[in-house]
């Protein structure tokens, strides 16, 4: 199985979710689920992950090695089984990008942990331990319903 995770500049909520659900992921065992993130703007393409997503993380004690933003093309997407938008900006960009063949694929990160919340943006909020919680919320929901190998 292949999932990206998608936010507007791919420098903070999205990599952040790739991170925290390869760690999850790996303490599970589960080698069988591929995990990446993309952009949906242009904003930040090439650069690394947002400092204060590195520092939430490395206090976390989750690898999250060097990484460029990269934007997604519906090209692209049409290569991963499950597309998972941070909020409800996100997922109005990827209905617009997508195939309409790729729209079932698409899903809000907190819907499944069964909330219709946005996924807190510290691009604003400056608050990366909000958006952490919520990652970690929607990443341990998500692990729990994937199908098993």
């Not at 907190?110 to 946005?118: C, E, H, K, V």
């Not at 608050?127 to 952490?132: A, L, R, S, V």
Request: aromatic content about 8%; overall charge negative; hydrophobic content about 40%.
């Amino acid at each position: 199985m292949k999932i990206l995770f998608v936010c507007h500049g791919n420098i903070c909520r999205s990599p952040m979710a790739e991170f925290v659900m390869k760690d999850l992921l790996a303490k599970a065992g589960r080698s069988d689920v591929v995990v990446e993130s993309a952009a949906m703007h242009e904003d930040a393409i090439g650069c690394d992950t947002h400092r204060g997503t590195r520092r939430k993380l490395d206090e976390m004690g989750i690898p999250h090695p060097r990484r460029e933003a990269w934007l997604l093309t519906a090209e692209k997407a049409a290569e991963y089984d499950l597309i998972v938008g941070m909020d409800r900006y996100n997922m109005a960009d990827l209905e617009f990008l997508v195939r309409p063949e790729d729209r079932g694929k698409l899903k809000k990160l907190l819907s499944f942990a069964g909330s219709n919340r946005d996924v807190a943006d510290p691009w604003y909020t400056g608050n990366f331990d909000e958006t952490y919680d919520d990652v970690l919320l929607g990443c341990r929901a998500l692990l729990r319903s994937l199908p098993r190998p």
